[in-house]
C-alpha cells in the first residue's frame, strides 16, 4: 500500500521532473480557470457615483491625482504613495505623506472592482475612499474649504461643464473642516449649514472624480494568465513563454491544494475582498491596531458614505453597507486580502510592511503562529523547505 507521503513524493517528482504534459483533474483546471484575468467580469456601474464613467471626469480626476496642490503643504498627491512606475505604490513599510502614516499603501489595479477600502474597509466607496487621504494630518494633511477654492480657482471651468456649476465660495472660510486643526474646526462650526453643505458637495465631486480616474487602472496580463488560457484550450501544453516550470506548477498545485491559500486569494485578482485575522504580527512602536472592528464604526459615521446626502442614484446601491457584519470575534484584527497579482515585485507585505519577502510570508503561513488579538484563522501547514520555495515560484508568474 502506498501512504499518502510517498504518494505525494512520487507526483513531485514527476512534475518536476517534466514529464510530459502537466496533469491537473478537472476540479483544479476549473480553479485555476477562475483566477485567470480573462474571469475577471467586466466593471459594474458605480451607481453612488454618476460620474464614474464620464471621460471628462476621469481625466479632472487623474490631474488631480497628480497634483501637489492638492496637500496643505503643497507638496504631496495622491502619486506621492501611489506612484504610477510602481504598481500605484510606494514599496514603502508605511506610507510616507506629510508624514509617516501606520499602514502599507495598497496598489490600486483592478480597485474600482472591491466593496469596501483600505485596509480595514473604513470606507464604502472607491470615491469616499480618495476623500479620506486629502484630509488625513500624516497624508495630504489640506482641508475641504481650502480644496473648494482650490477647484473653483485653478479647474473651475472644467469642474463646471462636469458637475454643474460651482457655489458661492466668498463668504466660505480660506481654511475649515469639521476634522481639522481647533481653528479649522472653529471656522467650520462658524459656517452656515448651507455653506458646509456646499463645500462637502465640492468635496465629494473631488472624490468622484479621482474615483472616475481610478477606475481606469486595470491588472495587466501575466505568464499564469498565459498558461491558464492555453491550459484551458485542453489541446496542448502551454509551449515557450506559456509555460510553467515544474517548480512553478508544484507551487500551483500547492496553492489551490494542500496550502489553501485560493481560500481567500481567489477569483481573477487572487483576493476574496474580505477580512481576516491571520495572525500577523504587530509592530513596535506603533498605536494598537484591531483592524476590522475599528473601522465599522469609522465607515457608519462617514457623511460620504452610501447612505449619505452625497450619493448618487437610489438605496438600493447600499446593499453591502446595510448587511454589513458590525461585531463579532472575527473581526478583531482582521485585515483586507491583498491581491496577490504582481505582489512578488512590491515587498514588504501586510498592513504595516510587517515581512520583507516572500519567503518570510509562506514561512509565516506555514507556522500559523497566534495572534496578538483575536483568533488567527490559520493553522499550521508545514511546508517542506521545497514546498515553500515552489509556493514563492508559482506568485512570481503574477507578476510577469
Known sequence: MIRFPRLFALLAMAVLAGCGKPEFSDAERKTIASLALSALPPLEADTTNRFADVPAAAALGATLFFDAGMSGDGKVSCATCHKIDRQFQDDLPRAVGVGRTNRRTMPLAGVAHDAWFFWDGRRDSLWAQALAPLENPLEQAGNRAAYAHYIKARFGERYERIFGPLPDLSNVPANASPLGSDAEKAAWNAMSGAQAEDVNRVFANIGKAIAAFERSISPPQTRFDRFAAALDT?????????????????????FIGKANCVTCHNGPRFTDGGFHNTGVPSVANLPPDRGRIDAVRQVEADPFNCFGVFRDGGASACGELRFMVKAGPGLVRAYKTPSLRAAATRAPYMHAGQFSSLEEVVAHYSKAPASVEGLSEIHPLQLSDRERAALVAFLKTLAE
Do not use: F, H, N, V
Request: proline fraction near 10%.
Open 234 to 254: 485542453g489541446i496542448q501544453a502551454p509551449q515557450g513563454d506559456d509555460a510553467l516550470s515544474p517548480e512553478e506548477i508544484l507551487g500551483l498545485k500547492l
